[in-house]
């Protein structure tokens, strides 16, 4: 399986952003993680491939939405009122399991990273 991710840029806090993940082969659950400098990478929001159970963390709640499109083998990240504490790259990620997962251990997969910037 490979990841691409895009759609990263610079927006004002408040503003909104859409990623997108292309992925080649057949994904299960999939998810989004972030990493700020100086931090460690942390779990965004990750949904599932049948049922399209999505979970988030506490950070995003309200303001992120997550999707996918399978018969284009696409994930999708949507971001609104968005914050500087949001600023980081964001990663897709594949996992192999059917359900959804929040750790990063748990996905095998990794894009390359769209960076999101957020100025106050």
């Known amino acids: 399986v490979q990841l691409q991710a895009s759609g990263g840029g610079l927006v004002q806090a408040g503003g909104s952003l859409s990623l997108l993940c292309a992925a080649s082969?057949?994904?299960?659950?999939m998810g989004w993680f972030r990493q700020a400098p100086g931090k460690e990478r942390e779990f965004v929001a990750a949904?599932?491939?049948?049922?399209?159970?999505?979970l988030y963390a506490d950070s995003v709640k309200g303001r992120f939405t997550i999707s996918r499109d399978n018969a284009k083998n696409t994930l999708y990240l949507q971001m609104n009122s968005l914050k500087p504490e949001d600023t980081a790259l964001y990663y897709c990620?594949?996992?192999?399991?059917?359900?959804?997962?929040?750790?990063?251990?748990?996905?095998?997969?990794w894009g390359q990273g769209t960076l999101v910037t957020v100025s106050s």
């Open positions: 990620a594949a996992s192999r399991y059917i359900n959804i997962q929040a750790t990063t251990d748990q996905y095998a997969y």
């Open positions: 082969g057949r994904t299960f659950s």
């Open positions: 949904i599932s491939r049948s049922t399209g159970s999505t």
